[in-house]
């Protein structure tokens, strides 16, 4: 490179961050974001650089990756249908099993319509750059996800964020709002970062008032939260009140995609009108295959939802009881978000987890609310009572050799 | 209200915020200047939309960088 490109060189803005990670990793640290899992035993063991690890950081919360119907589904698909669509839903992408699976999450969720993206990511952002346009308000929490704000971005909607959780704050600017506009309300129901709840029951019926719209992202609680596993809203009793409803495939299901579920008579249209959607080629036979078959087991799931229950209420007490910070005082989800006092501490922490045998994820700025390092711990409806414990052991050792505890 | 109404309302909410006691020109940036991270301009904007009774859209936002452009923004908000 000369000299003269160097000076516009479009990468030089990544220069702070590749400062950071290069001093992070002098200190002979492993890299946190680079981990390779060489080989996957069960929904709660793997081979991670070299070492067998327990599993507790990978939202895989009912353990479907693994289950041999979903794993036979799959392989029949393969078998029949081939390794891939090519295409996009709306030209050569449809295939049986789309519409397979698209029934299962409206049996599942009740729903009249049901349409399958291509990753969760996807449907955030299709599902919200297309419903709000120009002149319309989007009102959501400060925290949302990433692929909310990007759905955000890439529409041309006004963007109102207000503080976390806050009702009133949520309600003054609803409340601001010129007469006329449309409004779509942004919540989810569980928060991923600190794993707390959403009190979308007040939220919901705060929106309503002033005639919004709410599209609930419940990702994280779908096939162990509410009575049906249909999460956080439903558990609220306040999913006849949710318009739309985004989730995702690569958590409970056990698989990739994403998708949304509404009772709105002119749904359909959104196949035709969302780009995110149009513009993609559709998943592969195999993963709607899982996905559907995963999903029909959800519904039935209610032995393994109590057991994660059990798993998520012993970690948070456990954890507690030896001295961490943790992000809610008791246990609202399947997160036990572990506060760390700063990255490099975090980081620490991490790899002295890893050299003990337990994955987690290392959460850091701008992904975090208020600049927080977090070790954030999911867990699964198969991890059993005795890996809980171990798990409790290699956090012990491991906070008092970084000194966090 | 006119704009020295405005400004004066507005440096009483921004003294909270200005930890570093810097003065405040109009052409005093957030971002530069102030060392206003994304949380820090959430509680200021927030504390300003209260005090006028306005929604200051993140599009606005994106359009302010300078103290004088926000109150010539809430000046126009407020005239509308």
């Known amino acids: 490179m000369t000299d003269a490109a160097s000076k516009t060189d479009l990468f030089s803005k990544f220069d702070p961050l590749i400062q950071q990670r290069e001093a992070l990793l002098a200190s002979g640290l492993e890299d946190p974001f680079n981990l390779v899992m060489e080989k996957v035993l069960s929904p709660t063991r793997a081979i991670c650089n070299g070492r067998d690890t327990i599993l507790l950081g990978t939202y895989n919360y009912m353990g479907m990756t693994f289950d041999p119907d979903v794993i036979r589904a799959g392989k029949d698909a393969l078998e029949n249908f081939g390794a891939g669509t090519t295409g996009s839903r709306v030209l050569n992408g449809t295939y049986q099993g789309h519409r397979e699976v698209e029934e299962a999450l409206k049996d599942f969720y009740a729903m009249d319509h049901a349409m399958v993206f291509s990753t969760g990511y996807q449907a955030n952002l299709g599902i919200i750059s297309t419903i709000a346009g120009k002149d319309d308000y989007i009102v959501l929490d400060i925290d949302s996800h990433a692929s909310i704000w990007d759905g955000c971005a890439l529409g041309n909607a006004q963007v109102v964020p207000f503080k976390h959780n806050d009702i009133d704050a949520m309600e003054k600017r609803l409340r601001r709002i010129p007469e006329g506009a449309g409004k779509l309300v942004v919540l989810e129901g569980v928060y991923s970062m600190l794993g707390d709840i959403a009190p979308l029951k007040k939220m919901i019926a705060v929106a309503k008032k002033y005639d919004a719209m709410v599209l609930v992202d419940e990702a994280h609680s779908m096939g162990f939260i509410g009575p049906n596993g249909r999460g956080v809203a439903e558990e609220q009793g306040v999913l006849d009140h949710v318009d739309f409803v985004i989730g995702t495939f690569s958590k409970s299901v056990g698989t990739v995609g994403g998708f949304c579920v509404s009772n709105h008579p002119k749904f359909e249209i959104m196949r035709l009108v969302c780009r995110p959607y149009v513009f993609t080629a559709s998943l592969p036979p195999s993963v709607v295959a899982t996905a559907a078959t995963s999903i029909r087991k959800l519904m039935t799931g209610a032995d393994k939802r109590a057991h994660l229950w059990e798993n998520s209420r012993t970690l948070h007490a456990g954890l507690k009881a030896l001295g961490f910070d943790l992000g809610t005082e008791a246990p609202q989800s399947a997160i036990i978000a572990v506060i760390m006092p700063d990255l490099e501490r975090g980081a620490a922490m991490w790899e002295a987890l890893l050299h003990e045998g337990l994955y987690v994820n290392l959460a850091r700025p701008p992904a975090t609310p208020a600049n927080m390092t977090l070790l954030r711990c999911s867990l699964c409806a198969e991890h059993s009572a005795d890996q809980v414990q171990a798990i409790l052991g290699m956090f012990e050792r491991a906070g008092k050799a970084v000194g966090i505890i | ?80």
């Open chain 2, 1 to 80: 209200m006119d704009r020295a109404q405005v400004d004066e309302r507005i440096r009483g909410l921004i003294a909270p915020f200005n930890k570093k006691g810097v003065t405040i020109a109009d052409a005093t940036t957030f971002a530069g200047d102030l060392e206003f991270d994304s949380l820090t301009v959430m509680d200021f904007v927030a504390a300003i939309e209260d005090e006028f009774d306005i929604i200051i859209s993140m599009n606005q936002q994106a359009e302010i960088e300078n103290y004088g452009q926000l109150v010539d923004a809430v000046c126009k908000l407020k005239g509308d």
